[in-house]
């Protein structure tokens, strides 16, 4: 009987001496959990920020974009005028063409 109280005595401090091993090794994988969720935390923060820039680059394109369309708008409208002015041109240069060439055949006549 006492043979076995010391075996199991020795097998006691055999598993009191595992649960410290083992305390240890949770210790130190708490350890690392926390780091590795500060480090998650800091990329978190760091990829927020960076969204949030992109975002607004993408504003600012898209305002730019906005802008250079109504500046299109508007030199569309300005060339359909020039182009107006040029056929009105064209029609009275053609127009003065003709009586230069009946006044020509007038004097030559």
């Known amino acids: 009987?006492?043979?076995?109280?010391?075996?199991?005595?020795?097998?006691?401090?055999?598993?009191?001496?595992?649960?410290?091993?083992?305390?240890?090794?949770?210790?130190?994988?708490?350890?690392?959990?926390?780091?590795?969720?500060?480090?998650?935390?800091?990329?978190?923060?760091?990829m927020n920020e960076r969204f949030t820039a992109v975002d607004a680059e993408i504003s600012a394109v898209r305002s730019d974009v906005s802008d250079l369309g109504a500046k299109v708008s508007t030199l569309d409208s300005k060339v359909s005028a020039l182009d107006s002015k040029v056929s009105t041109l064209d029609s009275k240069v053609s127009t003065l063409d003709s009586k230069l060439d009946r006044v020509l055949d007038k004097i030559g006549a």
């Not at 091993?21 to 923060?45: H, N």
Request: proline residues 0%; aromatic residues 0%.
């Open 1 to 46: 009987m006492r043979r076995r109280q010391e075996a199991m005595q020795l097998d006691v401090s055999e598993i009191k001496g595992d649960m410290g091993v083992v305390k240890v090794d949770l210790a130190s994988m708490q350890r690392r959990i926390t780091e590795v969720r500060v480090d998650l935390t800091g990329v978190q923060k760091e």
